[in-house]
């Protein structure tokens, strides 16, 4: 079982940037895939941004240009770098991984974006 933990957030004003890390359990080499995904009051969770086993990478259009997931296997970390926030970008921010079949998630790190 992968165990995820989410460091990082925190109130920012509008313009800023923040680097949001997530620590895995056990190696990421051989995970499928990990992402961000984040969730806002009242809304659903949405990915944010994945990277697979390959080195590809997906972001969802809101974030492109903003944001930027990469990751360090020695550490077995995976960032969420985040620059030029928006207050709608204000969520919690959760770390997920695929492996194999299984979903694995951390509990979240808030997000705040002043205007």
């Known amino acids: 079982q992968v165990q995820l933990v989410e460091s990082g957030g925190g109130l920012v004003e509008a313009g800023g940037s923040l680097r949001l890390s997530c620590a895995a359990s056990?190696?990421?080499?051989?995970?499928?895939?990990m992402g961000w995904y984040r969730q806002a009051p009242g809304k659903q969770r949405e990915l944010v941004a994945d990277i697979i086993r390959g080195g590809s990478r997906n972001y969802a259009d809101s974030v492109q240009g903003r944001f930027t997931i990469f990751r360090d296997n020695a550490k077995n970390t995976v960032y969420l770098q985040m620059n030029s926030l928006k207050p709608e970008d204000t969520a919690v921010y959760y770390c997920n991984a695929v492996q194999n079949t299984m979903n694995y998630w951390g509990k979240g790190t808030l997000v705040t974006v002043s205007s």
């Open positions: 056990e190696r990421i080499f051989g995970i499928n895939a």
